[in-house]
């Protein structure tokens, strides 16, 4: 699906790039900044930008932009949403997503995006599986990655496969209990003879409280 990666700083730098399968030269960017220059405001900027061979899809935030290339037609919000999931788990490592974050985590951004994607395709895109495969920086993991430019674990999360992966590992609690009320409300309108005219059944769960 998605073919490379560019993000883009406000001055027009493209200061980094991830290519899943084969090199997209960067003057693919020029069709970006050609519209770019066409709006006033960056929010401006179409998030669909077709060329004679790629599609380019982007979005904006944290004054970065984040450029899509596509060589086939895909449901474009796909991708955008697929695009702000990539900055949200950025902000949960860093902290924030900048342009200094990222470049000071270079080596962990390229992992993250390694296995959030396989040949461009959505893979892993839930934080608490990726913190089990990536963890999160700090500095004497900084530290590190600096000399041997590794990040990952040697081994797999044993539960990287649960059927609830947006869920913190090994949580366990005393109590595991929630309550409901079910309320219904039933209308009805009852004859002379007791035939039912009209009758109407309205209902609704509401939570009451949760323990553990």
């Known amino acids: 699906m998605i073919h490379s990666l560019f993000i883009i700083n406000e001055a027009g730098d493209a200061f980094m790039e991830k290519h899943w399968k084969t090199v997209v030269n960067k003057s693919i960017c020029d069709y970006f900044y050609e519209a770019q220059k066409k709006c006033i405001n960056p929010e401006d900027i179409p998030p669909v930008i077709a060329t004679p061979h790629h599609y380019l899809i982007n979005i904006y935030r944290n004054n970065l932009y984040f450029v899509a290339v596509l060589t086939n037609e895909v449901a474009p919000l796909f991708v955008i949403e697929f695009l702000h999931r990539i900055m949200d788990l950025f902000e949960d490592y860093f902290g924030e997503c900048t342009e200094k974050s990222v470049k000071d985590n270079y080596v962990i951004v390229y992992e993250l995006l390694d296995e959030m994607l396989d040949s461009g395709l959505p893979l892993a895109t839930e934080t608490n599986i990726l913190k089990e495969l ?51 409300e039933i209308d009805a309108i009852i004859d002379q003879h007791g035939v039912t005219v009209m009758a109407e059944i309205q209902g609704y769960v509401q939570k009451n409280f949760i323990t553990w």
């Open 134 to 184: 990536i963890k999160p920086p700090n500095l004497l993991r900084k530290v590190t990655n600096f000399v041997t430019g590794d990040s990952t674990n040697a081994t797999l999360p044993s539960k990287q496969l649960s059927n609830i992966p947006w869920r913190p590992l090994d949580v366990h609690y005393r109590k595991n209990e929630a309550f409901f009320d079910l309320i219904e």
